[in-house]
């Protein structure tokens, strides 16, 4: 066959082959600079699964935990048509990927879209641009992200390669969190009690509890491996509240990838992922042919305790012949409570910024910050919450709680409809006091104000945010705050309160990570610098989904620049309509009247 192409080609005028090859020229030209063109379909809809011996039925996308990956290379574009025929409302968001000028696709319900209603379908146009290494979707509407979500794998363009050697093989290791009771009822329950939620019954890598779970060892995930064979691990944390670390025994780990980002080779023999993150790691099978356990082990830094203290599992195991004995067990996995292990590790997390990689850390700041972070309450009628003194936990971002407004930001912003939101989010907490105090429970701090405000950006400005850990209500914890929209430099991390004096001569603006998930320390700072060249609408939350629900979130709006190329993109002729059965959205409305 192959041998047979010139002598086709011979037969040919010279004039037409020279016309054929610069044709061929032109299609490679332009799949590697526009990039190619994928469509996928996904049907979101309930069906039974079993872990833990229990049997629930919950909805996915094409009946599968975790949901499909997809591979594209950088630069591509990809349209995701979802049909939704679970019983709810349902949008989905492309974690991690900036969507440039086209925030109609990005999938937070209220901000950027209304549901997708049960029976119908919706397109989403994915802009790949700068991303390269690993990213994920989930749903972003209740919490369905326990359930509908996925990897996205994006190779380096045509014609490019890693900044490593070739790895012979590569595996999506998902990170997620198993309910047996209806995640959809324990939120509605959690919402109209105001108390706090339900703890998951277990961890899952790629969908399986493992070994150290009831009713799970049949069904552990096993990743084969060659001896002397190196393997690139994608890394995802979906769990839904909790942070997770990832060993695996006898092996030695060397992260080179962050939220969809290069990061230089960092050699460790364990990781830190908080819900949000992803990670891509190297590992070479270069220990004896056996079996080794592969753990996802919490990490909680509260002072409640309360979370999953249960250890999910694989196993990392050997091909060839062996007298396999029980899978080997990790030594070097840091405790649930190892506080210094976490920071170690978030620290050692640096760009690449090689030629071929490089960074543009925003110098000349035009909009400055400063966000506290906190857990606290609102009033219910008669007290009758159960949260502390009969009121209703929440949690605010410069004391302001996030409401969902019934009509999207997105759709009120562009047509100009007033009502829905405010633009006065405060650009500094209302009060200064010490954030970080061992004791914070006296009303005039717990008590936190509800809204839907967004701070609005001109375009291109240069944006810092120093994000302030607080202990308000003694519930100091790291929250993992995520952006959409942009990829942002964590320029510095501190401990305690922000010394808006000293702190920023800490700031490493030669090689910061970038990234779009960054765990804020309990009881300290962090400080995150993007440019807004990117116009939309943009949600900004805690990735700890109760505490999202709880009202940890807001938005900015970027304005268009001057020109068509710096301005949003027109709406698709199609955009979900805001009168849906999503139970989040009627829910909320009610207890704002309520209140
Ligand atoms: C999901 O399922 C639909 C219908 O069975 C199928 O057409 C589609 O290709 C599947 N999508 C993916 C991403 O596997
Ligand atoms: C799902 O599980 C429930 C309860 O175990 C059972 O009643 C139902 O028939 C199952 N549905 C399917 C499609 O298997
Ligand atoms: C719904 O799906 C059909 C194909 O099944 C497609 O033609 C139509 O464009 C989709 N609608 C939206 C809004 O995506
Ligand atoms: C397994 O089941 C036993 C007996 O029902 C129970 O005591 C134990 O807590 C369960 N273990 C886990 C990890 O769920
Ligand atoms: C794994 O490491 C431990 C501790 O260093 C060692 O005792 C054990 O023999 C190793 N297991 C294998 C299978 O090499
Ligand atoms: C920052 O602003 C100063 C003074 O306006 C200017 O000299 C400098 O070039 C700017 N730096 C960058 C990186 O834009
Ligand atoms: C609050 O309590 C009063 C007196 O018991 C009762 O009349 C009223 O209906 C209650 N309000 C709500 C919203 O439950
Ligand atoms: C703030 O509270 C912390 C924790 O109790 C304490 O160590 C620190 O000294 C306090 N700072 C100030 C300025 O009072
Ligand atoms: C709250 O009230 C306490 C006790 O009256 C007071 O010491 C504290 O300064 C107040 N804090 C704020 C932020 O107003
Ligand atoms: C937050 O706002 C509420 C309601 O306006 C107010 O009572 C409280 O003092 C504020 N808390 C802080 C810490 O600013
Ligand atoms: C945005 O700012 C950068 C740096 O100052 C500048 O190079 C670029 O031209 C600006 N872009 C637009 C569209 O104004
Ligand atoms: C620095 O912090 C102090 C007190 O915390 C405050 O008064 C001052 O306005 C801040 N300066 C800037 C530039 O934000
Ligand atoms: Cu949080």
Same mark, same amino acid.
């Given at each position: ?8 080609? @011979? ?12 044709? =061929? ?28 011996? *229990? ?42 990927? %900036? ?61 490019? &390669? ?14 997620? #969190? ?5 995640? =959809? ?18 961890? !899952? ?24 064979? *190196? ?6 944390? @979906?769990?839904?509240?909790?942070? =997770? ?6 092996? *030695? ?20 992922? $908080?819900?949000?993150?992803? /990670? ?13 356990? /592969? ?51 978030? %620290? ?30 609102? %009033?219910?009628?008669?007290?009758? !919450? ?8 929440? #949690? ?45 429970? $006296? ?8 809204? *839907? ?16 850990? &607080?202990?308000?209500?003694? @519930? ?75 009202? =940890? ?25 805001? @009168? ?16």
């Amino acid at each position: 066959m192959v041998g047979s192409i010139p002598t086709n080609f @011979s037969i040919l005028p010279w004039s037409i082959l020279q016309a054929l090859v610069g044709m =061929m020229m032109m299609i490679l030209l332009r799949s590697s600079v526009q990039g190619a063109v994928h469509y996928y379909d996904f049907v979101l809809t309930n069906s039974n699964f079993t872990r833990l011996c *229990t049997t629930k039925s919950m909805v996915t996308v094409n009946n599968s935990f975790p949901g499909p990956t997809f591979r594209v290379r950088k630069g591509d574009t990809a349209y995701v048509n979802v049909y939704n025929e679970a019983p709810y409302g349902v949008t989905i968001h492309w974690h991690g990927i %900036k969507q440039p000028r086209n925030p109609w696709s990005d999938g937070p319900e209220y901000v950027t879209q209304c549901p997708i209603a049960s029976g119908t379908n919706f397109t989403y146009e994915i802009i790949f641009s700068s991303e390269e290494g690993t990213l994920w979707w989930h749903a972003h509407s209740d919490w369905t992200r326990s359930t509908v979500h996925g990897a996205i794998v994006i190779l380096p363009a045509e014609g490019t &390669t890693y900044p490593f050697p070739e790895p012979d093989a590569e595996h999506v290791i998902f990170f997620a #969190s198993w309910y047996n009771e209806d995640v =959809m009822e324990l939120m509605d329950e959690a919402l109209r009690e105001g108390g706090l939620t339900t703890l998951s019954d277990a961890y !899952c890598i790629n969908g399986q509890p493992g070994d150290f779970y009831n009713c799970s060892r049949d069904d552990t995930y096993r990743l084969s491996v060659d001896y002397g064979k *190196t393997y690139l691990l994608r890394l995802v944390n @979906s769990v839904q509240n909790t942070d =997770m670390f990832f060993t695996i025994a006898n092996h *030695t780990l060397t992260v080179v990838g962050w939220d969809g980002a290069y990061v230089k080779p960092y050699i460790t023999d364990y990781m830190l992922i $908080t819900p949000g993150q992803s /990670m891509d790691v190297l590992v070479t099978a270069n220990q004896t042919p056996s079996q080794y356990y /592969m753990t996802g082990t919490p990490f909680f830094d509260g002072q409640a305790d309360d979370f999953d203290k249960t250890i999910t599992s694989a196993i990392f195991q050997y091909s060839g012949n062996y007298t396999p004995s029980l899978p080997a067990y990790p030594t070097g996995s840091p405790g649930f409570y190892d506080i210094d292990a976490a920071k170690f590790f978030i %620290k050692n997390l640096r760009s690449l910024n090689s030629p071929e990689h490089p960074i543009d850390v925003p110098e000349n700041i035009t909009t400055r910050m400063y966000m506290t972070i906190a857990i606290s309450m609102m %009033k219910c009628p008669n007290d009758s !919450c159960e949260g502390p003194d009969g009121n209703r936990i929440a #949690s605010a971002l410069n004391n302001i709680t996030f409401a969902n407004p019934s009509v999207d930001i997105l759709q009120a912003y562009y047509n100009n409809i007033s009502g829905y939101y405010k633009t006065d989010f405060p650009d500094k907490p209302p009060h200064v006091y010490n954030f970080t105090a061992a004791s914070l429970m $006296t009303d005039n701090v717990t008590m936190s104000e509800q809204g *839907t405000k967004v701070k609005v950006l001109e375009y291109n400005e240069t944006v810092e945010i120093v994000f302030q850990g &607080t202990n308000v209500m003694n @519930s100091g914890e790291n929250h993992p705050m995520h952006l959409h929209g942009f990829r942002f430099y964590v320029v510095g991390m501190g401990i305690g309160n922000f010394d808006n004096v000293t702190d920023p001569l800490t700031y490493n603006l030669n090689d910061p990570p970038e990234a779009n998930t960054i765990p804020i320390p309990k009881d300290g700072w962090a400080t995150i610098r993007f440019r807004a060249n990117n116009p939309g609408v943009w949600f900004m939350h805690c990735h700890f989904d109760r505490h999202m629900t709880w009202g =940890m979130d807001m938005a900015f709006i970027v304005k268009n620049g001057k020109t068509a190329e710096t301005s949003m993109k027109h709406p698709p002729a199609y955009m979900p309509p805001c @009168s849906t059965d999503s139970l989040y959205g009627p829910l909320q409305a009610y207890l704002q009247h309520e209140d």
